[in-house]
């Protein structure tokens, strides 16, 4: 949950040479801080929970998580309101500008290349799972850290 949230929290300065004398990559000694209101903080908070303990089960269970979630009393979360059949889980949203955003929203359109040759195997078409498995691996690849990814 940590990895998920010090990548939201902390992006390493772009302007700092992140290679070392011998061309190995190093970590960066200055982060640039971002800033985010209490109720992005708590929104982050719920979307790094949910990702640090939902990413191991199937979707069957993280209905059941997000019902845990949304029963238990003493957690003050702040789960997305606009649950539908299409986006039933917190795990169906991302955070973005303090807001819930849908995956589905993140899929970019897709165009075929110009130089398309008829081979369907190399063909890579946008989806909400490719798009949420980009984002989650990238949050925890430019910390530069040592990480375990499940999906």
């Not at 902390?10 to 040479?17: F, G």
């Not at 801080?33 to 269970?61: H, V």
């Not at 589905?104 to 110009?114: F, G, Q, R, T, V």
């Amino acid at each position: 949950m940590l990895t998920l949230l010090e990548g939201k929290l902390c992006n390493p300065n772009p302007e700092e040479s992140t290679e070392d004398i011998d061309g190995l990559r190093k970590e960066p000694t200055t982060l640039e801080q971002n800033t985010f209101s209490a109720s992005a903080m708590t929104k982050l908070y719920t979307f790094c929970l949910s990702w640090s303990i939902g990413a191991f089960i199937e979707t069957e269970d993280r209905i059941k998580l997000q019902a845990f979630l949304k029963d238990t009393e003493n957690l003050d979360l702040a789960l997305p309101s606009k649950l539908s059949s299409e986006n039933p889980t917190v795990f169906d949203f991302m955070v973005e500008n303090d807001k819930w955003v849908p995956w589905s929203a993140k899929i970019p359109d897709y165009a075929l290349p110009e130089n398309y040759t008829n081979d369907y195997s190399t063909i890579m078409v946008p989806t909400v799972d490719s798009v949420r498995t980009n984002f989650l691996i990238d949050i925890v690849a430019r910390q530069v850290k040592t990480s375990e990814i499940s999906f």
